[in-house]
């Protein structure tokens, strides 16, 4: 039956299985269950008075002329003959149970995994009482049927009566404490409740019998207080009487209070296991699901092709690494001859060869201090006489030394090499980027999701645009346009213009603005706050439907468990690359970090990931918070050994030799990739095929933000003006300089502000107009003149 059931699923969805049942199939097969477990009860119920009368039909099945004597007649007596006779005997009668509670959670369409365990219980049930009956009716083998007298015989040959017995005492104590999850806490506690239950209706029986007696006096007394009032007497001396009669009663009362139990000094709990109804939504989302199939966002672009790999060029690294086997040799000799000079031996070394470095690992001898070599660095460096030696001592986790010394003839490591190998293409992560290759030549992934956010430094000409490309062209590579939106911030203008082409593919922008990728610092300003926005309401979204982070959310929307007239939606992620940050920092400052630090803080859990590129790695840009909370970090060559300890926080990346050779670190281990290649034409190529396909109508529009008002008045309005006006004013005046960036540095004010406090600074006559490159005139001699003024408006 069931099989039947399975074969008539031709399931269009992705991800269902191919046992899925379509609901009117579900109906249909519940009801067939739930009616032949009727049949099998009523069968089995008849057996027992009529088998014996039946038993010689059995073998006559056929014969339409014998009628059998069971209420589902030859069938009946067939089937119960099968169960109840040749297989579990009275136990069998669990069986239509089972059945029918199958056929109800078909037939309701509830989630059919509770049903196994029952299943399990059951048939370890019905085994029990079978061969529990077997053992102890041994005079009527048909209540433990034929299972039930083989096991015993079975049992009782290897382990005796006693030994089933035990074994059978055994199976009772393992159903009541799994199933029945009895504990002796659980009975004792039982007991106690019974007891309390007793004795608070004993209790309850005395203080009925009391009120009684204390109604009867009552009554008494008020047939006393009429007679009384009747003779005249005064009302007081009846309250007195009233009130005498009091003590008496609570004393009784006080008397039954000793026999109340004790208050018990552990409370035992019994926990209830609520079997997990389905909940309403859940049953709808099933139907819904069943009925149309998971969610699909890629639905809208369902004929979107992913850029194939030979869109990418070799870069004539098709061989791998070619090893040089005399540089090898040379090396080692280099080295071994340089640490003899410091005096120190060595036991073991070892090369192995990356695409751009070769790194040997030494041990060194027995009683060499690794102090010793990390002091030696700079003169071992020197020795051996090569750019870009980095000695590692010791090799986290290994207990060796470790001296990477640069390839003479470096290979280049393509784009295609890491996109095409397996372990990219394998990557089941959220967001795989394919940074390159490390020194032993293994493709280097990691997910951005996890990181969460990524800073990128290097000093001009090292890599760092190249390595930008990378990380979008492995996304590119990897994703769908409804998966993923890139807002590209490119101060520089022409490193990243190229994605143009995708902009209604990839790309997300403000409501208002025409260009998709940002080049102006007011623009970035407006675009981070309007990410802080979306971040408020992906936060939002995903309290509502209560889960904690976007992979969940979405999962959830897929399956159709959240409902989009709520305002839900499939959220997409989205990576904020910016370019050039120090630029930005420089201009813009607290108006840019306040919002790049927020996100950066918050934005992990709903998907929001930023990549932050700077050629200056110094500590006014790559500020304390900003770091704090950017753990994945990415160096290329710095030109100094403090600019690599802002980045990494420990030197080497000034060790690097450019052209892509780069540190990355993403906690405490750091590690030397060489960062594949992709050059611009390549890039050109893939945007162009994606950009070619049917695209979106428009790019991913981002919420809208309205910002500070930004337009100048020279309106000299004493009212209106910054709350910062005069303290700007004392400085431009002592400066004796107008420029809003003097303002900017000395107040630490965002540049929008700083020149609005400019023009209301010349609206007041303190500073001439704007003369282009040169700072703006001062007419307010000193302090005593700027004082004058500022008081008499
Ligand atoms: N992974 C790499 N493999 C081989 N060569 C590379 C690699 N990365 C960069 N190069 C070489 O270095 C040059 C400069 O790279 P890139 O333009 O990325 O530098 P940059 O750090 O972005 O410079 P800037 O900050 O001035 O924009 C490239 O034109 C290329 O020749």
Redesign the pocket.
């Known amino acids: 039956m069931a099989k039947k059931a399975t074969k008539s699923k031709p399931k269009p969805t992705k991800k269902g299985s191919p046992f899925k049942l379509s609901k009117q199939n579900k109906i249909i097969l519940g009801s067939l269950l739930i009616l032949f477990s009727i049949a099998l009860f009523f069968s089995f119920i008849s057996f027992y008075f009529n088998w014996q009368d039946d038993q010689s039909l059995l073998s006559e099945f056929k014969d339409r002329n014998e009628l059998a004597k069971n209420l589902l007649n030859k069938f009946g007596a067939s089937i119960s003959h099968f169960f109840m006779y040749k297989g579990f005997g009275l136990a069998s009668l669990i069986l239509p149970f089972l059945i029918c509670i199958t056929g109800i959670y078909l037939f309701l369409g509830l989630p059919l995994k509770a049903l196994l365990k029952k299943w399990i219980w059951g048939l370890l049930f019905i085994i029990w009482i079978s061969i529990a009956l077997g053992f102890f009716a041994t005079t009527s083998p048909l209540l433990g049927g034929l299972v039930g007298f083989e096991m015993n015989d079975f049992l009782q040959d290897y382990a005796g009566k006693i030994g089933v017995l035990l074994l059978l005492v055994f199976g009772l104590i393992f159903i009541l404490v799994r199933l029945f999850e009895v504990t002796p806490e659980g009975i004792s506690s039982f007991f106690k409740t019974r007891k309390e239950a007793i004795s608070t209706e004993f209790k309850a029986n005395q203080e009925r019998k009391a009120s009684r007696k204390k109604e009867q006096q009552e009554q008494e007394e008020e047939d006393l207080l009429i007679r009384s009032l009747e003779e005249e007497a005064p009302v007081i001396i009846d309250t007195y009487t009233h009130k005498t009669e009091i003590p008496h009663l609570e004393k009784e009362v006080s008397d039954f209070e000793i026999t109340a139990p004790e208050p018990e000094e552990t409370l035992a709990m019994e926990v209830e296991h609520v079997i997990e109804e389905p909940e309403e939504i859940d049953i709808l989302a099933n139907k819904l699901v069943d009925d149309f199939g998971e969610f699909d966002p890629t639905l809208e672009l369902g004929n979107y092709k992913f850029p194939h790999i030979d869109l990418l060029d070799q ?1 004539g690294a098709t061989g791998g690494i070619t090893i040089n086997q005399e540089e090898l040799e040379e090396n080692k000799n280099k080295i071994v001859e340089t640490l003899k000079n410091y005096k120190i031996g060595i036991a073991q070394i070892k090369a192995t060869i990356g695409p751009t470095v070769t790194l040997y690992e030494i041990v060194p001898e027995a009683g060499v201090r690794i102090s010793k070599i990390k002091n030696l660095e700079d003169d071992i460096a020197l020795s051996l006489a090569a750019l870009g030696i980095r000695i590692i001592a010791p090799i986290p986790g290994k207990g060796t030394i470790g001296i990477e010394v640069p390839n003479k003839n ?1 290979s ?2 393509s784009m295609r090499s890491v996109i095409a190998s397996s372990k990219f293409q394998k990557a089941e992560m959220e967001l795989p980027i394919a940074f ?1 290759k490390t020194i032993s030549n293994e493709t280097f992934v990691v997910d951005l999701a996890k990181m969460p956010h990524l800073l990128m430094a ?13 990380v979008l062209t492995s996304l590119l590579y990897k994703k769908h346009p409804a998966e993923v939106k890139f807002i590209l911030v490119d101060p ?1 203008k022409v ?1 990243l213009t190229l994605y143009n082409k995708i902009e209604r593919h990839f790309l997300a922008k403000l409501p208002d603005s025409e260009e998709a990728i940002i080049t102006d610092n007011t623009k970035v300003i407006h675009t981070l706050n309007s990410l802080c926005i979306e971040m408020d309401n992906r936060y939002e979204l995903l309290k509502l439907a209560m889960v904690r982070n976007l992979k969940e959310y979405n999962t959830k929307f897929k399956a159709r468990k959240l409902n989009p007239n709520d305002g839900h939606k499939f959220l997409p992620y989205i990576v904020l690359v910016i ?2 940050f120090a630029d930005l920092i420089m201009t813009a400052g607290k108006e840019v970090e306040t919002p790049v630090a927020r996100l950066a803080q918050l934005a992990r859990a709903i998907g929001i990931h930023l990549i932050i ?1 700077t ?1 200056r790695p110094s500590v006014n840009v790559i500020t304390g918070i900003i770091k704090a909370n950017f753990p994945a970090r990415l160096a ?1 060559r710095v030109t100094s050994k403090i600019d690599s300890r802002t980045i990494l926080d420990t030197a080497g990346a000034d060790q690097l030799i ?5 540190l990355f670190t993403q906690g405490n281990d750091v590690t030397r990739i ?6 611009t034409p390549e890039v050109a190529k893939i945007v162009d095929f994606i950009g070619g396909q049917r695209a979106y109508p428009d790019a991913h529009e981002l919420p809208e933000y309205v910002g500070e008002d930004s337009g100048t008045s020279l309106d000299n309005n004493v009212s209106e003006r910054d709350a910062k006006f005069r303290e700007a004013a004392e400085v431009i005046v002592i400066a004796q300089q107008g420029s809003a960036s003097l303002i900017q540095r000395k107040l630490k004010l965002g540049y929008n502000r700083a020149g609005r406090i400019i023009d209301q600074l010349e609206a007041a006559g303190i500073v001439g107009p704007f003369e282009g490159s040169k700072a703006r005139q001062v007419y307010v001699a000193d302090m005593v003149a700027l004082q004058q003024i500022l008081d008499n408006e």
């Open positions: 870069h470096a280049i490591v390159g290097g000093a001009t000409g090292q890599g760092k645009s190249v390595g930008l490309n990378a520089k490193e370019d050039e590129a050629q290329f450019g052209r892509g050779d780069m060489q960062c594949a290649f992709v050059d």
